[in-house]
């Protein structure tokens, strides 16, 4: 497709199974309001990322987001706090990944955690690993029906 344009693609699992892998969490900080867009995701990340939704392979994503939040705050003075690095590195020592959400001055961030298919996985590791760390945590839910301007 046309790389400026929105695609659809069809899950090949239930939307339910994305928003369990979905946190949002207080990393306790605040930020200076960053200018710029804190997530231009290359062309190839934003289709390895899709891509991986799409196939179910939720173990794929954490190292594609990984990936793009190293390279996204290396080009992006401000994004980041000591308070920020430090719930990114606890999330990932426990195999998931975490990145700055929005840029305005919150220290909110997006955590990418599957559960385990049969068992406990990388979201029940991580939720341990923050809830010891007094870390503050919130589900995220999937919008189905997008977005809707009356």
Known sequence: GD??????????????RVEEALLLVDSGSTRETV?????????DRARGLRDTL???????????LSAQWQETQGRTPGLTTAEIDAVVRLVERAGGAAWAC???????????AP???????????VTRALGDAG???FPARVDLLGLDVA
């Open 3 to 16: 790389p400026g344009r929105p695609t659809v693609a069809t899950l090949a699992v239930d939307p339910a």
């Open 54 to 64: 799409v196939e179910g392979r939720f173990a794929d994503a954490t190292a594609v």
């Open 135 to 137: 870390v503050r945590l």
């Open 115 to 125: 559960p385990g298919d049969r068992g406990p996985g990388i979201r029940e590791a």
């Open 102 to 112: 929005g840029r305005g001055p919150g220290g909110l961030l997006g955590v990418w």
């Open 35 to 43: 200018a710029e867009a804190p997530w231009p995701a290359t062309a």
